[in-house]
């Protein structure tokens, strides 16, 4: 059955130092991944998706994330928050041969302090 | 300008009652969809339609009943509304079905609170 994880529930990081936020996911089919960002009380926005090619992915407001096939993650970065990054954050999985059905992990709060 | 809107934002009814959320996308979309985010933010899928076809019924109670007038626009009535039915519900929409590799626009969701 294919799943995602997201490892840390909270994470509490100070303005400017570097964050890495954890995802892995279980699939014995080829996937498509995705970060997504909610910010309090709003919808979800897409900050980057890995599809295929090159396993590092740049996506909005400075994030990045890699794509590690043999340890089935795809960690998201950023080498410098903002105050302005606190929300939550969701690891998503879509199967290439599938309806679109998205699986999310169960998010992982980011908590930037000053 | 709003590429996914749904109405209304907050919903808040008795237990028993019947309600409706409606969703509209402007972005000419073929699939729409379904989510609910429960209390500690997990994101569920519910249901997706393809051009006003369903293609996605998870393991809902079938209180729950989407409804597609036409591609830009899904509807989730749900019957007889029970405690645990209180999350808030996205709808979202992608560019095709069965493209696992599109993004999925997200509107900004209906806080649901059943009292």
């Known amino acids: 059955a294919q799943s995602v994880t997201q490892l840390d529930s909270q994470v509490p990081v100070f303005e400017e130092a570097p964050v890495e936020l954890r995802c892995n996911y279980s699939?014995?089919?080829?996937?498509?991944l995705f970060w997504y960002v909610q910010y309090p009380n709003q919808g979800l926005q897409l900050l980057l998706k890995y599809l295929s090619g090159s396993t590092l992915v740049k996506g909005i407001n400075g994030f990045e994330a890699e794509f590690n096939k043999s340890q089935t993650s795809f960690h998201l970065r950023k080498p410098s928050v903002h105050i302005s990054d606190t929300a939550e954050y969701f690891c998503?999985?879509?199967?290439?041969?599938?309806?679109?059905?998205?699986?999310f992990g169960q998010g992982t709060t980011l908590q930037v302090k000053p | 300008d709003t590429a996914v809107s749904q109405t209304p934002k907050y919903l808040v009814t008795q237990m028993g009652n019947d309600k409706s959320i409606k969703c509209e996308q402007n972005?000419?979309?073929?699939?729409m969809y379904w989510y609910k985010q429960d209390s500690k933010k997990f994101l569920k899928i519910m249901f997706s339609?393809?051009?006003?076809?369903?293609?996605i019924n998870e393991t809902v109670p079938n209180r729950f009943s989407p409804k597609s007038p036409d591609k830009a626009h899904l509807n989730l009535h749900i019957n007889s509304l029970e405690l645990g039915d209180s999350a808030v519900y996205f709808c979202?929409?992608?560019?095709?079905?069965?493209?696992?590799?599109?993004?999925?626009?997200f509107g900004p969701g209906t806080r649901l609170t059943v009292l």
């Open positions: 699939s014995s089919v080829s996937v498509y």
């Open positions: 339609y393809n051009n006003k076809e369903l293609i």
């Open positions: 998503a999985v879509s199967f290439s041969s599938n309806t679109g059905k998205l699986i």
């Open positions: 972005l000419g979309h073929d699939t």
């Open positions: 979202a929409s992608s560019l095709q079905q069965g493209a696992g590799y599109n993004e999925q626009f």
